[in-house]
């Protein structure tokens, strides 16, 4: 063998080592996420792994480009002992980063139900949240930390074990330098074209959709690829399905509120609680939950037993609660180049109305860019942890206990001139779910995160214990809404469809008619028209959701990694952005493991329709910044 086919053979040798180490990374995956894919047979877990290769292999050739030609360089020179050490470098330095992205995933796809996609680079910019809290990091998850460097220990001792260790200098010939030069380009050019994919399209996230259900695609992909291709914000574009005129007839998210004939001058109070799943409620599961005080308000509510979120992080939350902006979009809105449009938001509407409006959350002012987004909101009064006013209750990472924040809220409601809008964040049911330590034993539960739940809704019963004495009390609409769900218990809520179901609860201690369980689909979207609705303030405006008091069929819509969710009566179409991929009776096919799409292609089709004119409408507005009505 040549030296120069030598060292395309050492070449392969290192990329097949990653490519193993990926596969490994999976198998983790699997390991830490078990009961999301719990209810996949042997075989379709096989098929996974086999088919996950094809990803590995595309990520790993495109991230590796740069070394493939500095390694295959036809001259001397790359013998050289500092030019290998600088190659070498490069290697390991973007291959064990890549891993460490991919380990990282293995609690992260917890809170988040996807891979982890180019938004994550904002997150940990946007704010020090990541740098304050990494190391609380660091000690929850040092397995994450021990596995990398056993990745790493083991990818040295291994890549120095090439085939063939002992560097031979290019002795030339001009016909050989000939046909090393042709392989200098030809070897690079066939892997690229490999990890590129022989199609008109070259492999993308929606590829994952051919070969596996829509519940196992992110154990099919992997972390560095669903980054790639999510790194150019330009790769949210107008999706056009329809023309104009179609397209409004289809779906518009143009409103009028006013529709129940009644004006009302009622304040209004959301509780935005944190992570606060559906499963952890005793009385919307048919059994004893971790929420006594809630579960005794939704015996006194309205509460919507199939309500889902629109996004799987906190950031998401707002967007789609204040101005029904639900999050179909790789980057969420708060942090994307969009966040600057124009909203016609809730709290806007409402302050122009002669409502005071103001927002709580115990967290460092700046986090989640929660602060800017309420200005854009029309939220006048912005209470973080620079405003709190109280007993020192800071928690150690994220902010202020529960308890004497919501303490601290309810003094400054008793303030404010009626009628008010405000709006409270919940903290502490939040990795690394730290409760005060008198109430550990208390409140204890066979997990941190459990008893963070218990803490929680402990705190909020003291908050109503506070409020309740007050004046303006009866005189209050009250919405009740995770802002997302946390990591799941059981495998049921670790389902494409359990991952976003949450709470939505209307209460109104002053309207007896405001009460009883509603099976109707429901979606953080549909908080602000129904508000706007419930108080009856003649208005056009704009939103994605549906006033739950109306006669508008109940729908939710979600996205991550490339895939949409469209919610409607017992049905969940999956859409891939071009077709639809599955359609499932979520009633009684609980781990979605029966795709009835071919058996209803009447329901799959109008289900179909209206996810497509929602998807345009949003790439539309959100474009050409028409998020709010100019009439």
């Not at 930390?145 to 120095?160: A, D, E, N, S």
Request: hydrophobic residues 45%; glycine residues 6%; aromatic residues 18%.
């Amino acid at each position: 063998m040549t030296p120069y086919l030598k060292q395309i053979a050492n070449l392969l040798y290192r990329l097949a080592i990653i490519l193993i180490f990926y596969s490994l990374c999976r198998y983790l995956f699997y390991i830490f996420n078990h009961l999301t894919f719990s209810q996949n047979s042997s075989m379709e877990i096989l098929k996974v792994f086999f088919f996950g290769i094809r990803f590995d292999y595309s990520a790993i050739i495109q991230y590796n480009l740069l070394f493939l030609f500095l390694y295959l360089f036809p001259f001397n020179f790359i013998h050289y002992k500092k030019y290998k050490q600088v190659v070498g470098f490069l290697f390991y330095f973007v291959n064990f980063f890549l891993i460490l992205l991919n380990l990282i995933d293995l609690e992260y796809f917890k809170y988040t139900g996807k891979r982890s996609t180019a938004d994550i680079f904002s997150f940990i910019f946007m704010n020090n949240d990541v740098l304050t809290l990494l190391p609380q990091f660091l000690k929850d998850f040092w397995y994450i930390v021990l596995c990398w460097l056993g990745f790493i220990f083991l990818g040295v001792y291994l890549i120095k074990r090439v085939p063939f260790r002992k560097s031979e200098s290019f002795q030339f010939t001009f016909i050989q330098w000939i046909g090393a030069g042709l392989l200098f380009v030809l070897v690079p050019g066939l892997l690229f074209l490999g990890a590129r994919g022989s199609g008109l399209k070259p492999i993308r996230l929606i590829s994952a959709a051919r070969y596996t259900y829509s519940q196992n695609i992110p154990l099919l992909l992997n972390t560095p690829f669903s980054i790639l291709h999510t790194l150019n914000n330009e790769e949210f574009k107008l999706k056009t399905y329809f023309n104009p005129g179609e397209l409004d007839k289809i779906y518009s998210p143009e409103k009028q509120t006013g529709t129940n004939m009644i004006t009302r001058r009622d304040n209004v109070v959301i509780i935005i609680l944190e992570s606060f799943s559906k499963e952890f409620i005793g009385s919307l599961n048919g059994k004893s939950g971790y929420t006594p005080f809630l579960d005794s308000i939704i015996h006194q509510s309205l509460t919507f037993e199939n309500a889902f979120a629109n996004g799987k992080q906190s950031i998401q939350a707002l967007p789609a609660i204040f101005a029904s902006l639900p999050g179909l979009m790789d980057n969420p809105y708060i942090s994307s180049r969009f966040s600057s449009n124009q909203l016609e938001a809730l709290p806007l509407i409402l302050g122009a109305n002669g409502y005071h409006t103001s927002f709580f959350h115990g967290g460092r002012n700046g986090t989640m860019g929660f602060d800017e987004f309420c200005n854009i909101a029309g939220i006048k009064h912005y209470y973080g942890l620079n405003e709190y006013d109280g007993p020192t209750a800071f928690d150690g990472n994220w902010g202020i206990y529960d308890e004497p924040f919501l303490q601290f809220y309810a003094k400054k409601l008793n303030s404010f001139p009626q009628p008010f809008f405000s709006s409270v964040f919940t903290l502490s049911s939040h990795h690394p779910y730290n409760i005060p330590e008198k109430y550990i034993k208390i409140l204890h539960a066979s997990n941190q995160q459990l008893t963070s739940i218990r803490y929680a809704d402990y705190a909020l019963s003291k908050f109503f214990n506070a409020i309740s004495k007050m004046p303006w009390f009866k005189n209050t609409l009250f919405v009740f809404v995770a802002d997302h769900t946390a990591k799941e218990q059981t495998a049921i809520y670790g389902t494409r469809a359990g991952i976003y179901r949450i709470p939505i609860i209307f209460y109104h201690p002053g309207d007896s008619l405001l009460k009883g369980i509603n099976p109707s689909v429901a979606q953080q979207a549909d908080i602000m028209p129904s508000i706007l609705d419930y108080l009856g303030i003649t208005k056009r405006y704009f939103a994605f959701g549906r006033s739950v008091f109306s006669k508008e069929t109940g729908f939710s819509i979600n996205f991550a990694g490339g895939i949409y969710q469209y919610f409607e009566g017992d049905y969940m179409l999956t859409f891939d952005g071009e077709r639809s991929i599955a359609l499932n009776n979520i009633s009684i096919d609980k781990y979605l493991k029966i795709n009835i799409l071919n058996d209803s292609l009447t329901l799959a089709s109008a289900m179909e329709l209206k996810t497509k004119a929602i998807i345009q409408q949003f790439t539309s507005r959100v474009l050409n910044n028409r998020l709010y009505n100019k009439n």
